[in-house]
C-alpha cells in the first residue's frame, strides 16, 4: 500500500471513529444526567446534537448501500477502439476480472446472462478468481457457462497465485489459461493476437510478447495494470487488467482509497493511454476475501464490452 492511501485511509477510518464515539458518548451522558436528575450539557435535540445524529445516520445508510446494493449493480460498459491493424474486420471482447467467488452466489448468473446476450467474439478472465477454495464449484461453472465465437482465455491473479497455488482453476471451462504465452486468432480472414501472464510470472511477462509482429493487433493480458510504464519497445494495443477494484470503496471526487497499485491512484480504473497502449483497468466483479466486509461504494462491479474497429 502507497503511503498516500495509507494516509486516506487512515483519516477516513478516524472520522467515522471520531464520529460514532461522539454519538455514542452523547447519549450515555444523556441518560447518565437524566439517572442523575441532572440537566444535560447538550440535549439530543441541540443543533450541534442533529448535525451528529444527521452524519451518524448517513454513515449507517451508506453501510447499508455497500453491503446490501452497490456489490450487485453491475455496470456493463463499452469501449470503442479504433486501430489501423484491422482493415475490414471488427472485434467484440468482453472482460471480466476479480470475481472473488466465494460460496454465496452474488452476480455469476448475472453475469453469465448479459455476457451471452452480447455474443462476443472473444471473452477474457483477468485474475483473482476465488475467496475460498470452497468456492470453486461456483467460479468453474459461471466461467464454463459463458459463450465465446472465438475463445476464452485467462490468466492468474495474485489471490491465484499466493493462496491456490496448484489448484486446478480451468479445466473443463472452455478458457485457455495464458501462461507467458501468446494466441494467434483469426476472424473474417485477419489475424490478431491475445497474450498474457499470471502473476507467478512478474518477472518473464516479455516471454509472452517477444514474437509478435508489430502489425499484429495484440491484447495483453496481466492481473496488475503495473506494468503499463514498462512495455517500451513491445507490441501492445490493448492492456486489460483488473486488481485494483476501483478502490473498492471510494470517495465521489476523490475516487479509491486504496488500490494496491505500485502506481498508487495513477491508474485506479478505467481507461488510460501511455504511449501507444490502451491499458484498461476493471473494477471486478468481487468483493477482497479474508476477512473483509464484502461492501462496495461508488466501485460498482464492472463488465466492459471492446468494439476494437478499422480505423477509417
Given amino acids: 500500500m502507497q503511503t498516500p492511501e495509507l494516509i486516506s485511509a487512515l483519516i477516513l477510518l478516524g472520522v467515522i471513529a471520531t464520529i460514532y464515539t461522539l454519538e455514542g458518548s452523547l447519549f450515555l451522558r444523556f441518560f447518565a444526567s437524566k439517572l442523575g436528575n441532572k440537566p444535560p450539557k447538550m440535549t439530543l435535540l441541540s443543533k450541534p446534537a442533529v448535525v451528529l445524529h444527521c452524519l451518524a445516520s448517513l454513515g449507517v445508510l451508506c453501510f447499508l448501500y455497500g ?11 463499452t469501449v470503442d477502439i479504433f ?12 472482460q471480466i476480472s476479480d470475481l472473488h467467488c466465494d460460496k454465496k452466489i452474488r452476480n ?21 478468481a476465488l475467496n475460498t477454495q470452497e468456492a470453486l464449484p ?37 478458457f485457455q ?31 509472452a510478447l517477444r514474437n509478435i509482429p508489430d502489425n499484429y493487433f495484440n491484447i495483453f493480458l496481466y492481473h496488475y495494470p503495473d506494468l503499463i510504464e514498462d512495455l517500451k519497445g513491445l507490441n501492445v494495443d490493448l492492456y486489460l487488467a483488473g486488481h485494483t477494484h476501483g478502490g473498492q470503496v471510494a470517495i465521489p471526487f476523490y475516487g479509491a482509497l486504496v488500490t494496491f497499485s505500485r502506481f498508487g491512484k495513477k491508474y485506479e480504473s478505467g481507461e488510460h ?35 476494437i474497429k478499422p480505423r477509417n
Fill in 108 to 128: 455469476e448468473y448475472k453475469l453469465v446472462k448479459i455476457i451471452n446476450s452480447l455474443e462476443p467474439d472473444i471473452v477474457v478472465f483477468t485474475g483473482d
Fill in 83 to 94: 486501430t489501423g491493424k484491422l482493415k475490414e474486420t471488427s472485434l467484440k471482447v468482453v
Fill in 177 to 207: 489459461e495464458l501462461d507467458k504465452a501468446s494466441v494467434r486468432l483469426s476472424k473474417n480472414g485477419e489475424s490478431f493476437y491475445i497474450s498474457g501472464a499470471g502473476c507467478q510470472y512478474e518477472d518473464f511477462y516479455r516471454d
Fill in 273 to 307: 493511454l501511455v504511449g501507444n497502449t490502451i491499458l484498461s483497468v476493471n473494477r471486478g466483479i468481487g468483493m477482497e476475501g479474508g476477512t473483509a466486509p464484502r461492501i462496495r461504494f461508488f466501485a460498482r462491479p464492472e463488465i466492459t464490452i471492446f468494439d
Fill in 67 to 77: 453491503y446490501f446494493i452497490e456489490p450487485y449493480l453491475v455496470e456493463v460498459k
Fill in 138 to 174: 461456483v467460479f468453474k461453472n459461471t466461467l464454463r457457462t459463458l459463450n465465446a465465437k472465438l475463445g476464452k482465455y485467462a490468466v492468474q491473479g495474485n489471490f491465484d497465485a499466493w493462496y491456490f497455488n496448484g489448484l486446478d482453476l480451468f479445466s473443463g471451462t472452455g
